[in-house]
């Protein structure tokens, strides 16, 4: 009888959870988006921003809680599995419901930019000097890359025509010049017309005082669905967890699909809404954005308190997944300039062929 109250409790949990989920990031896309248009930000840059670390946040606080008790395969497994679900699931989804144009310019370099950071992870969860895990050294330097890819969009945008290049970003991070542009040397000189308008900025404030109320509602806003998103996906997870554990499924297999789906809901919510209004740059901008900020800060910023070691094969064939599923998707993005319905189909039947690649193998291994 209390075992089946127990069942009971966690699956309202599991239930509770995703109503906050899918309502959090409803709100979050729309307040987000309304606060865009009042900056004059684009679509884009909104997604790769703003919106990718709110839905990043449930990964985030699901690998630190995970490390933070010794279970690495579960985070590590959360992180890369929701990476993987987002390329795929979410964008073929997103492109079933309507086809996704993309931009051509800046999600050619901000793609690149994604599976660099995939490389750099792989070399470093393969470092024979620290196998299996991340030291703090390599921790910061995720973190590092980062704030380097947060400051180009913003500094980048402005300052010159070639800052859509891959090649200016790789510059821009080894040489460490983001750390110049956030101390505000870098920021490009204001044009007149940002001169005019920085001169009568004080004049339309007291004639607009309900423009920044609206302003401060829709901020408050994206701070609540942030909350409530973050709050929903600890639920799910640990709803989903309980459930999974009672049938003897391994950690690995556990974060790479039930907990991994369970915290990309958000971007699964934001991928419907965002194809159905037709957002398709702002879908795939939350997507890239998301993954850089998943991987570097779910797993540098967690990495820098433990140093809890993933199994050798989990990790090596997880990351292989992710790699093949990137290239696949850089290749789906660049035909064209647009993901079609076909392209999701396929998109979506690749993240089932992975699952039960993942799945079979890894509970060989356990068995």
Same mark, same amino acid.
Request: contains cysteine; proline residues 2%.
């Given at each position: 009888?209390?075992?089946?109250? %127990?069942?009971?409790?966690?699956?309202?949990?599991?239930?509770?959870?995703?109503?906050?989920?899918?309502?959090?990031? %409803?709100?979050?896309?729309?307040?987000?988006?309304?606060?865009?248009?009042?900056?004059?930000?684009?679509?884009?840059?909104?997604?790769?921003?703003?919106?990718?670390?709110?839905?990043?946040?449930?990964?985030?606080?699901?690998?630190?809680?995970?490390?933070?008790?010794?279970?690495? %395969?579960?985070?590590?497994?959360?992180?890369?599995?929701?990476?993987?679900?987002?390329?795929?699931?979410?964008?073929?989804?997103?492109?079933?419901?309507?086809?996704?144009?993309?931009?051509?310019?800046?999600?050619?370099?901000?793609?690149?930019?994604?599976?660099?950071?995939?490389?750099?992870?792989?070399?470093?969860?393969?470092?024979?000097?620290?196998?299996?895990?991340?030291?703090?050294?390599?921790?910061?330097?995720?973190?590092?890359?980062?704030?380097?890819?947060?400051?180009?969009?913003?500094?980048?945008?402005?300052?010159?025509?070639?800052?859509?290049?891959?090649?200016?970003?790789?510059?821009?991070?080894?040489?460490?010049?983001?750390?110049?542009?956030?101390?505000?040397?870098?920021?490009?000189?204001?044009?007149?017309?940002?001169?005019?308008?920085?001169?009568?900025?004080?004049?339309?404030?007291?004639?607009?005082?309900?423009?920044?109320?609206?302003?401060?509602?829709?901020?408050?806003?994206?701070?609540?669905?942030?909350?409530?998103?973050?709050?929903?996906?600890?639920?799910?997870?640990?709803?989903?967890?309980?459930?999974?554990?009672?049938?003897?499924?391994?950690?690995?297999?556990?974060?790479?699909?039930?907990?991994?789906?369970?915290?990309?809901?958000?971007?699964?919510?934001?991928?419907?809404?965002?194809?159905?209004?037709?957002?398709?740059?702002?879908?795939?901008?939350?997507?890239?954005?998301?993954?850089?900020?998943?991987?570097?800060?779910?797993?540098?910023?967690?990495?820098?308190?433990?140093?809890?070691?993933?199994?050798?094969?989990?990790?090596?064939?997880?990351?292989?997944?992710?790699?093949?599923?990137?290239?696949?998707?850089?290749?789906?993005?660049?035909?064209?300039?647009?993901?079609?319905?076909?392209?999701?189909?396929?998109?979506?039947?690749?993240?089932?062929?992975?699952?039960?690649?993942?799945?079979?193998?890894?509970?060989?291994?356990?068995?």
């Amino acid at each position: 009888m209390m075992q089946m109250l %127990d069942m009971f409790l966690n699956l309202g949990t599991f239930l509770v959870g995703l109503a906050l989920l899918v309502k959090g990031s %409803d709100y979050l896309i729309q307040s987000a988006t309304d606060i865009a248009k009042q900056f004059n930000v684009s679509d884009l840059l909104i997604g790769l921003t703003i919106v990718a670390i709110g839905t990043s946040l449930p990964e985030v606080l699901a690998s630190l809680v995970a490390l933070f008790f010794g279970r690495a %395969d579960l985070a590590f497994s959360n992180v890369i599995g929701s990476s993987l679900a987002n390329l795929t699931l979410i964008v073929g989804i997103g492109a079933i419901v309507a086809p996704l144009a993309t931009n051509h310019i800046v999600l050619d370099r901000d793609t690149k930019i994604m599976i660099l950071m995939f490389v750099l992870i792989a070399v470093m969860m393969l470092n024979p000097l620290a196998f299996g895990f991340i030291s703090i050294i390599e921790s910061i330097i995720l973190l590092l890359f980062m704030i380097a890819y947060l400051s180009f969009l913003y500094w980048g945008r402005d300052e010159c025509d070639t800052c859509y290049q891959f090649s200016i970003f790789v510059d821009f991070f080894i040489k460490m010049r983001f750390l110049t542009a956030i101390r505000g040397k870098a920021a490009p000189p204001p044009t007149s017309k940002q001169a005019q308008e920085a001169r009568g900025k004080g004049s339309e404030e007291e004639e607009e005082p309900a423009s920044l109320l609206k302003l401060k509602k829709e901020l408050a806003i994206v701070v609540v669905s942030g909350i409530a998103v973050a709050i929903g996906a600890q639920w799910v997870v640990a709803g989903a967890e309980y459930i999974s554990l009672n049938f003897g499924i391994g950690e690995s297999v556990i974060g790479f699909t039930i907990i991994s789906i369970g915290t990309s809901l958000p971007e699964l919510s934001v991928s419907i809404n965002s194809a159905r209004h037709g957002f398709g740059r702002l879908l795939i901008g939350n997507v890239v954005g998301s993954n850089i900020i998943n991987i570097a800060m779910g797993l540098g910023f967690a990495y820098i308190f433990t140093t809890a070691t993933v199994q050798t094969f989990s990790a090596v064939l997880q990351l292989s997944l992710l790699l093949i599923v990137s290239i696949v998707f850089y290749y789906f993005i660049r035909e064209d300039w647009r993901v079609t319905r076909v392209e999701g189909i396929i998109l979506v039947m690749l993240y089932l062929v992975v699952q039960v690649i993942l799945i079979g193998s890894i509970q060989a291994v356990i068995i």
